[in-house]
């Protein structure tokens, strides 16, 4: 038998790798390693469009200043959280409990605003009408501009609901709400609402 025959018979023997056994791996490779798991960025939380006033609080009675017994004063708006995209606001006072809240039988919109400057955050106590740049609608006391609550049986509620829109609308004219949510559909980035309640006194 020729040597190399006999080298090679006995390093089989004893469990020794072939020549050509682990070739194309470099010296002291063992098991393939496995790939780090992919890094993943944490989503950032959006803080959601939010309405408040420092008249009143969520829920709360709306002063009597603000309304038909007192000076009929616009109260103070601060809004946050607009979405990316945001082009301008739309404001929308309603009443949805008249005459009465026990038995309501239709809503009263107190105040319409639209086309309110995407930079804007607020309106200030007294506004009564749009800043420059806004545009004022119609209400069902059949004027634009502000009408606080002046409810004629128990306490009713007032939402304020403010839109987000990725549009402007342009010049319409004293839209009605029903008109204007008619024009904002589809164009809706993000809603907030602050309700309120309110119920005449003596």
């Not at 050509?20 to 490779?29: D, L, R, V, Y």
């Not at 960025?41 to 309304?67: C, K």
Request: include cysteine.
């Amino acid at each position: 038998m020729r040597p190399m025959l006999v080298l090679t018979a006995l390093l089989t023997a004893c469990g020794a790798p072939s020549p050509s056994e682990g070739a194309g791996k470099p010296a002291g490779a063992g098991a393939d390693i496995p790939a780090p798991p992919a890094v993943t960025q944490p989503e950032v939380a959006m803080a959601p469009l939010s309405l408040t006033s420092p008249a009143f609080a969520p829920g709360a009675e709306i002063p009597r200043e603000y309304t038909c017994q007192g000076g009929d004063t616009s109260p103070e708006l601060a809004w946050s959280g607009a979405p990316a995209g945001t082009r301008s606001f739309v404001l929308i006072e309603h009443d949805p409990d008249v005459p009465d809240p026990a038995a309501p039988q239709r809503q009263w919109v107190h105040w319409v605003l639209y086309d309110l400057p995407s930079d804007l955050t607020g309106l200030p106590k007294g506004a009564q009408v749009a800043p420059p740049g806004g545009r004022d609608g119609n209400s069902d006391w059949g004027k634009t501009g502000y009408g606080g609550p002046c409810p004629p049986i128990g306490r009713h509620r007032y939402f304020h609901t403010l839109y987000a829109l990725d549009t402007v609308l342009g010049d319409r004219g004293p839209l009605t709400r029903d008109a204007l949510e008619a024009g904002i559909a589809g164009h809706v980035l993000a809603k907030a609402e602050l309700i309120g309640t309110y119920q005449k006194s003596p």
